[in-house]
């Protein structure tokens, strides 16, 4: 019934050919001397005892092993962990979807018997094909053999079954069970660690065995068989649980031998280096001999058992649970109270004498209460044994005693796994489905029952359903082979999707000196994408201005009205006013209307109604500026598309709002680009800061550049800071080739298409829009959400470019990002997790890599302006993007020094945002004016 018996035991061919010399001693049945009833009673209670266990033993063994565990997921090597804790490289339990048809070979799983089927996955729910498998006998020989032999027969086995079957030859792809501990190294890379159960074939141990496969699969020449994956048979179990109403996130095995494996954080698994996503493990929980406790649930026969066996000292919880053991266990108990005369009047048999007569089957069938005294006569007749009814009695019991022990070491046992998941889960409740595999599980009458009720003894807090595999784990492989072959495929299109945008060095260079020739362009008055407007801003702040000064800060996140008090420090007071949409894209004169109303009530709230400060406007749009307090809007960017103003004199539309507005006096000095404001902030305190960035809702830079250098402006000596207007870089197609179908997706959906392309690439508005575009190709690729497309998807702006920000985060758990995802009404797995991060960072990577190469180009343009070997300078910078983004900033400092190797480059943040530097530039105007009146 349960296939061919192996070779198990290191002396049984020894005791079979001795067999009689070491009978003949045990053989005499003693006529006299036999314990009285009594002492009889008192020997069976003796004997029996050993094998109880108490809750309190079993919660000692939950925690060692918990903490032996957690000490292997740790890394910790000494003292030696007691468990294995192997990583598995499955990442995700089964989507349902998986399809095809798969071959599976499993090894190891049950006895000395290997299986071969053929698995048809139909991707759709419920809707099942019953594999077809063969099963065949591994001969002695071949166990403790040659590697070699071993995967020869294999090799063997699956042509033969795969010539029974009608298909084709070329292109199966194959999943290997290879149940022993094994050094995983990728789904289909798997380092024998050692033998287990019975096996000893030479040459394996510290082998990759599906290297070993697919070689004597070539050798035998007659099938081409892709090895796709590997797994332990209690992953294929776990992945073949039916998906039901919870997740199926343990796989436990009790067949020939034992062992569980469950979804665990990746980060805590410190042999990954992984910080996202859950990762299968398999705990190989055989191996667990934690002498403190494990050393009072041992009898004496668990000693003999193991001394007697092929791998003494190893396996020592296997050799208390697995089927290979349970009927030796009876075994060795029979013969000891036969030997003291309990048992069959003292008379033993030459089998009851000989290791591995006693088989799983035996024990399960005579442990049956169904099976009847005369199933149980019957069986022990076979043995050569002459039972009565009440030794029939006794040995019912005494496989009751071994079988109950097994049950319920492994619930400790698995009650130490669940309070793991439980732990790393933060759960209060966990709610957790096991799939239970292997023939003890399976058929042993009383082994689950028992198994159930002591788990919920042990761990009350956890809601656990156990659902038995369906078809011992085969389907699970097959589905482990599927995923496998699916992520691959998911994988390959992933790539190709985002190969666009990771630029590497030389196209980042092309970008920097397409940028550098644009610049040169613009500056001499040429067609270039690149304005590069005179801003009429000359110096930096040289510390001796004074006053008090009004200014505007508009065209970013926020519209501000601030009040800066210039000492021998700078004070800021300021106040954020909204502007709906309605009025950025509603008349130009609503908009200034709006403005001047906002100044008012600053002016009311700060005491300062009636007074006529000098006010410096930061204006973050393209202007043509004809002087300090002159600058004509060429266009609207970001989302502003007020009418009527494109082409006018800014500073003329708030003058006019303001007599308009007849209350208030303002006296309007400067109007300053978010660049040059930045810029001037952060020079008062560096004076090497002559350039000025902004990556927030937009982007641009402005440095200082040598006058004689700037087309239309006259003056040869001195500097001039000049408006780079970087946005439109492109939007002569110079761009074009680094641009992707996303990015034109998002051009063209945007109020101004063609127009801003650097912008578009870069900037904190658009960046999420292009997200959303990739992630709309992947799902209709069926990479991402199952290839559901959702309404929230398809809905513009949706996706905030915060969100790449958060999701980024490193200090951010992958559940936290889920989270995120899931508000947007994703339908998400981790894989969907993993990819959305994956896509994240590659927009958000090319977006400061071609940020960085736009300051490389400014850099080295200074550099050879003043004809310097080396450039020390820093950058003002300022933006949500900037500031807000885990990784933007030291991602657009790597790219400069890559480029402009040269240059000594710092970056300074600005932390008063632009407005404190249209006070400087006002501030400035203002000291000049004096000057040249006094
Ligand atoms: C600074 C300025 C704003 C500017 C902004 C850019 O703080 O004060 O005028 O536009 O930075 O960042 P944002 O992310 O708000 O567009
Ligand atoms: C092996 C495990 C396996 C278990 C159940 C143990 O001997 O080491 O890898 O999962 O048996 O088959
Ligand atoms: C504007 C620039 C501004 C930048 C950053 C762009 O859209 O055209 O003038 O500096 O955004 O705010």
Redesign the pocket.
């Known amino acids: 019934m349960f296939g061919g018996q192996p070779p198990l035991w290191k002396f049984m061919d020894s005791i079979r050919s001795e067999g009689l010399q070491q009978g003949e001693e045990a053989l005499s049945c003693p006529e006299e001397g036999l314990p009285r009833p009594s002492d009889s009673s008192e020997l069976v209670q003796d004997c029996l005892q050993q094998f109880k266990v108490t809750v309190a033993q079993l919660q000692q063994i939950q925690a060692s092993l918990l903490g032996s565990m957690e000490q292997a997921l740790r890394g910790q090597a000494s003292p030696v962990p007691a468990v294995r804790m192997l990583p598995t490289y499955v990442g995700s339990t089964p989507h349902g979807t998986e399809q095809g048809d798969f071959v599976v070979l499993e090894l190891?799983?049950t006895g000395a018997s290997l299986r071969v089927l053929w698995v048809t996955l139909t991707g759709i729910e419920g809707h099942r094909v019953e594999p077809r498998s063969q099963e065949f006998v591994i001969p002695q020989d071949v166990m403790l053999g040659t590697g070699q032999q071993l995967f020869d027969f294999a090799a063997h086995c699956l042509s033969e079954f795969l010539d029974a079957q009608p298909v084709s030859k070329q292109g199966l792809q194959l999943g290997f069970s290879f149940?022993?501990?094994c050094h995983q190294t990728g789904l289909d890379r798997s380092t024998l660690i050692s033998w287990?159960?019975g096996f000893r074939c030479s040459g394996v141990e510290g082998q990759d065995v599906v290297q070993l496969l697919r070689d004597a699969i070539q050798r035998q020449g007659a099938y081409n068989i892709d090895v796709v994956a590997v797994v332990?048979?209690?992953v294929g179990t776990m992945m073949g649980c039916e998906l039901g109403a919870r997740p199926c996130e343990v796989g436990l095995?009790v067949?020939?031998?034992?062992?569980v494996c469950y979804m665990e954080e990746a980060r805590d698994v410190a042999v990954l280096d992984e910080d996202r996503g859950r990762v299968c493990v398999?705990v190989?929980w055989?191996s667990f001999s934690d002498d403190g406790a494990l050393g009072p649930v041992l009898t004496t026969f668990d000693h003999t058992l193991d001394h007697e066996s092929l791998n003494p000292g190893a396996?020592r919880f296997?050799k208390m649970i697995?089927g290979l053991y349970l009927g030796e266990l009876v075994r060795l108990v029979l013969a000891h109270l036969t030997r003291r005369g309990v048992l069959f009047r003292g008379c033993p048999s030459p089998a009851l004498l000989s290791q591995g007569s006693v088989l799983l089957e035996h024990v399960a069938e005579m442990e049956d209460p169904s099976a009847g005294a005369a199933r149980v006569h019957a069986i022990l007749q076979d043995l050569g044994l002459s039972p009565e009814a009440s030794d029939v009695e006794l040995v019912q019991r005494v496989c009751a005693a071994v079988c109950t022990r097994a049950a319920q070491l492994c619930a400790a046992a698995l009650a130490a796994v669940l309070s793991r998941l439980q732990h790393s889960r933060e759960q209060q409740t966990l709610q957790v489905a096991v799939a239970t595999g292997?023939r003890v599980c399976e058929r042993h009458p009383r082994f689950c029952s028992i198994l159930q009720g002591t788990v919920m003894l042990l761990a009350p807090e956890c809601d656990v359903s156990f659902i038995p595999s369906a078809d011992g784990g085969g389907r699970g492989v097959a589905m482990v082979t599927a995923v496998a072959a699916r992520l691959a495929a998911h994988r390959r299109l992933l790539e190709e999707t985002l190969a666009p945008f990771r630029l590497n060095h030389d196209q980042l260079a092309a970008v920097q000196a397409q940028m550098r020739e644009a610049m040169a362009k613009g500056l001499r008055g040429e067609a270039s994408s690149l304005r590069m407007l005179p801003t009429y801003v000359r110096a930096t702040p040289d510390g001796s201005e004074r006053g008090d000064f009004l200014a505007l800060d508009l065209g970013g996140t926020n519209f501000r009205v601030l009040l800066v008090r210039v000492t021998t420090c700078v004070q800021i007071t300021s106040q954020i006013y909204s502007i709906p949409e309605s009025v950025a894209q509603g008349s130009g004169q609503q908009l200034f209307d709006h403005i001047v109303d906002c100044i008012v009530d600053f002016q009311q709230k700060q005491g300062l109604s009636g007074q006529s400060l000098p006010l410096g406007f930061t204006f973050s749009f393209p202007c043509k500026q004809l002087g300090l307090d002159q600058g004509i809007l060429l266009n609207w960017t970001k989302g502003f598309n007020a009418s009527d103003c494109e082409g006018q004199d800014v500073v003329s539309l708030l003058r006019e709002a303001i007599t308009r507005r007849q209350a208030v006096e303002l006296n309007v000095v400067a109007i300053v680009n978010d660049t040059v404001g930045t810029m001037m902030s952060c020079g008062y305190e560096d004076p090497r800061c002559e350039i000025g960035l902004i990556v927030g809702t937009g982007t641009n830079a402005c440095y200082m550049e040598e006058l004689r250098n700037v087309a239309g402006v006259p003056g040869d000596s001195g500097h001039m800071c000049i408006n780079m207007e970087w946005g439109a870089f492109g939007d002569d197609g110079s761009l074009d080739t680094l641009s992707t179908c996303f990015d034109a997706s998002v051009d063209q959906a945007s109020i101004n298409p063609g127009k801003q392309r650097f912008e578009k690439m870069i900037s904190g508005m658009y960046l999420g829009e292009i997200v959303r575009h990739i992630l709309l190709h992947l799902t209709s690729l069926g990479v991402l959400f199952r290839g559901q497309q959702t309404q929230r998807l398809q809905t513009r702006d949706i996706f905030k470019t915060k969100f790449l920000s958060e999701i980024e985060s490193d200090s951010l758990a992958l559940r936290q990002v889920r989270a995120i995802l899931e508000d947007l009404g994703l339908p998400l797995t981790s894989d969907d997790t993993l990819m959305v991060l994956e896509v994240c960072q590659a927009v958000s990577q090319r977006a400061a890599q071609l940020c960085g190469a736009g300051v490389a180009a400014v850099a080295e343009k200074i550099r050879e302006n003043r004809g310097l070997e080396e450039l020390a300078v820093s950058v003002g910078v300022d933006g949500t993007l900037y500031k807000l983004h885990p990784h933007f900033s030291s991602l657009v400092a790597a790219t400069v020094r890559e480029l402009a190797p040269r240059c000594a480059v710092t970056f300074l943040q600005s932390e008063d945002g632009s407005g404190k530097g249209a006070a400087l530039v006002t501030a400035v105007a203002c000291r000049l004016a004096q000057s040249t009146r006094v």
């Open positions: 190891g799983a149940s022993f501990p287990t159960k332990n048979d209690t095995v067949d020939t031998g034992t062992n398999s190989e055989g396996q296997e697995g292997g």
